[in-house]
């Protein structure tokens, strides 16, 4: 039996999540917008049959909006974040190995049959089924000999409707008018430079890029460019990354609701940005002993632009928040410049180890026996996060209900990660 490779896409992720929870919303237009409500970053199928473009301002298009009926949501995170992992668990059964590439899409690796059962049609409707049964989300299976021809399948069966949501290219008779249907700017790892390039050359599409020599290809994109045109030929030259590489940084940044001008509020976002970086440290199982802090203005606020960092470096390398907080929040002080509003601030933990490298020696500020309660202090205030919402439990530095916060007037309930919005039925 031979290996196939199946790419498992959730469709317009973010919109498909709002509706699982709601369903008055299915089958009506909707819009997810942006951090602070800017822009226009998610759309159901029905707001792209209006004509409503990706990354439009949402005060551009506010009352188009409204006139159309089209529903509109901020940004819900922490709802997105806890869906694609119950849709990653979904999927662990149905393959041998799985690779989690983004919020809403999974490369499975599985076996083909040999004969008359090789079309993995119905094992993808099956897939299909079993996600919607259990998230009510609908996803897109395309199959293939390689990644990237998964990539293509899965464009493949999202386009045609004839397929039903799966189309399986490594059991078809002919690829080649497949591949001629797809554009050289919609095949993974083709960016607009080399798709330019390409398209100089006469090369428009999948097929054409396949078959075209390959010292040419080698000449401009070198031993990437090869590697794509194999992947295309049915060699699969990418594996999949069943356990991704440990992180070497983690960030935290966001946009304000309004402009910072006082450093009280400054220090209140550090605090919140460094809390939240500091629970992904303890998430991943690492810690810093270098953080960075940097802070800018928006360039159309009537002031010189102003934008600049500070970094701390601890003795031990540590991911409890009070630690960090201890070494980061004087960076404030630095960073901050009266008479520049700012319009964003951030966090960046470098320098990541994993837990194991930690050694206890003279710089160790706790006891082996305190250090131990202090981690289990942190894992108890994780815990309750994750059960109750996150906020549940968050440190005095972070200020309450603070006026800079990030916007998002139009937020769902997170049903699904908060006792408080899981939905009440009365019978």
Known sequence: MAWATALIDGNNFYASCEAALDPSLIGRPLVVLSNNDGCIVARSAEARALGIAMGTPYFQVRRELERLEVVVRSSNYALYADMSHRLMLTLEPWVEELEVYSIDEAFGRLRRPAGTGADLTAWGQAVRAQVRRHLGLPVAVGIGPSKLLAKVANKLAKQNRAHGGVFDLGAVADPDPWLAAV???????????????????????????????????????????????????????????????????????????????ELPQLREAIATYLSRAAEKLRRQGQRTDTITVFVRSSPFNGTSFYANAATATLPLASNDTAVLLAAALPLA?????????????????????????????????????????????????????????????????????????MKRQQLSRAATTRLSDIPVVQA
């Open 333 to 405: 002080e630095r960073l901050f410049r009266p008479h520049k509003p700012l319009q964003k601030a951030g966090v960046l933990l470098q320098n990541l180890q994993p837990l194991q490298q930690l050694q206890h020696h003279l710089l160790t500020p706790l006891p082996p026996e305190q250090q131990q309660r202090r981690e289990a202090l942190m894992a108890t205030i994780d815990g309750l996060n994750r059960r109750y919402g996150r906020g549940t439990v968050q440190w005095a530095a972070c200020g309450l209900r603070p006026a800079w916060a």
């Open 183 to 261: 554009a050289i700017e919609d095949v993974w790892g083709i960016g607009r430079k080399l798709s330019r390039w390409c398209r100089l050359r006469g090369v428009a599409n999948a097929l054409q890029l396949r078959d075209m020599a390959s010292g040419e290809l080698r000449a401009k994109a070198g031993v990437v460019g090869l590697r794509l045109q194999q992947e295309l030929r049915g060699h699969s030259c990418l594996p999949l990354v069943a356990v991704p590489p440990a992180k070497r940084e983690t960030c935290v940044s966001r946009s304000f609701s309004e402009p910072v001008q």
